[in-house]
């Protein structure tokens, strides 16, 4: 009975999805306040963390290497992301919403570059591209931590 609840359950959601929005809206001002402030937080701990790296000398060991070049970009993308949720601040909502009284969808959001302000946004919003490399070196620090641990290297 459980199996066949489970099974329609996920037949439905297949068949009749519902829409996903990868978008996380903050209400102004305290929740974007909190959001930064998470994203300095975050930052600050991972220049500890490849400072104790570097200073424990634990950055000869390839695995810890990793692990420190993976806490570099990850201050990087944190201070990245910060500056551009400060630039989203200064651009007019009329950027993102169409001129001519058209439907707005998440999916189809295009900007309009009007100035400086605009493509420094376009550009800061490409902040994944540090996120990606980073989640790849803590891939790589752990599995080598794992295979040095099974005396496979």
């Known amino acids: 009975m459980k199996l066949r609840f489970f099974l329609g359950s996920l037949l439905a959601l297949l068949v009749f999805p519902a829409p996903?929005?990868?978008?996380?809206?903050?209400?102004?001002?305290?929740?974007?306040?909190a959001h930064e402030i998470a994203h300095l937080f975050f930052a600050f701990a991972m220049v500890l963390f490849a400072y104790r790296i570097r200073r424990m000398r634990l950055s000869q060991r390839p695995h810890w290497r990793y692990l420190q070049?993976?806490?570099?970009?990850?201050?990087?993308?944190?201070?990245?992301?910060?500056?551009?949720?400060?630039?989203?601040?200064?651009?007019?909502?009329?950027?993102?919403f169409p001129q001519d009284g058209g439907d707005y969808h998440f999916c189809q959001k295009k900007i309009l570059i009007a100035g400086w302000r605009e493509l420094l946004f376009y550009i800061l919003k490409n902040?994944?591209?540090?996120?990606?490399?980073?989640?790849?070196?803590?891939?790589r620090g752990i599995s080598r931590m794992e295979a040095l641990l099974r005396g496979e290297t």
């Not at 996903?20 to 306040?33: D, I, N, Y």
């Not at 902040?127 to 980073?134: E, R, V």
């Open 69 to 96: 070049y993976a806490a570099a970009l990850l201050v990087v993308w944190n201070l990245w992301a910060f500056l551009g949720h400060l630039i989203a601040l200064e651009i007019s909502p009329e950027v993102f």
């Open 20 to 33: 996903l929005w990868a978008l996380q809206v903050h209400p102004s001002p305290e929740g974007l306040v």
């Open 127 to 139: 902040d994944n591209l540090f996120t990606l490399p980073a989640f790849y070196l803590i891939y």
